[in-house]
T-cell receptor, first 116, second 113 residues
């Protein structure tokens, strides 16, 4: 079984400050890891994904995440927050199967607020 | 190109009624997933279709929930005798055979009064 824990259901940062959203996972098999962003009244958009290549993954909008197997973590960071980053962020895990069938297990989400 | 589309975008129904939600995946995507997102919670997996294989129904919460997919096209999620706890956003996603990224639709917000 797999699970995802996102610490902090709400995170507030100042514009220009570092964004750090935490994600820890549990998986009995090598995982694929994903970060999705959800803007109000919209579907989920993929930010970035780890699929066993480089452990430091760069995504869209200046976000990046580092896979740390020893810590079972996949924290999302961005050096400088922008007002447009305000949204809900979901971390998700699936097992490394080919040919689809990668049903995702999601964390409960972190609502990011960016203040002036 | 066109993304995943879902209809209706909003559905309000009375307790005990049946509802049908529709998902149009990205053309050529063999895999299709349904998830449920309750208020303040993460997404819960419901069901997964892959081509003509038997669907993975392991996430369906009760026998009131069912889903169909014809080939690699449209899917419908049906909820019979709706209950208030069924109120949620129902999200559909699709992915290609060789890919591991899921592309999500905008969801259907279901409200059961």
């Amino acid at each position: 079984a797999q699970s995802v824990t996102q610490l902090g259901s709400h995170v507030s940062v100042s514009e220009g400050a570092l964004v750090l959203l935490r994600c820890n996972y549990s998986s009995s098999v090598p995982p694929y890891l994903f970060w999705y962003v959800q803007y109000p009244n919209q579907g989920l958009q993929l930010l970035l994904k780890y699929t066993s290549a480089a452990t430091l993954v760069k995504g869209i909008n200046g976000f990046e995440a580092e896979f740390k197997k020893s810590e079972t973590s996949f924290h999302l960071t961005k050096p400088s927050a922008h007002m447009s980053d305000a949204a809900e962020y979901f971390c998700a895990v699936s097992d490394q199967r080919t040919g689809g069938g990668n049903k995702l297990t999601f964390g409960t989400g972190t609502q990011l607020k960016v203040e002036l | 190109g066109a993304g995943v589309s879902q209809s209706p975008s909003n559905k309000v129904t009375e307790k005990g009624k049946d509802v049908e939600l529709r998902c149009d995946p990205i053309s050529g995507h063999t895999a299709l997933y349904w998830y449920r997102q309750r208020l303040g919670q993460g997404l819960e997996f419901l069901i997964y279709f892959q081509g003509n294989s038997a669907p993975d129904k392991s996430g369906l919460p009760s026998d009131r929930f069912s889903a169909e997919r014809t080939g690699e096209s449209v899917s419908t999620l049906t909820i019979q005798r709706t209950q208030q706890e069924d109120s949620a956003v129902y999200l559909c996603a699709s992915s290609p055979l060789s890919g591991n990224e899921q592309f999500f639709g905008p969801g259907t917000r279901l409200t059961v009064l």
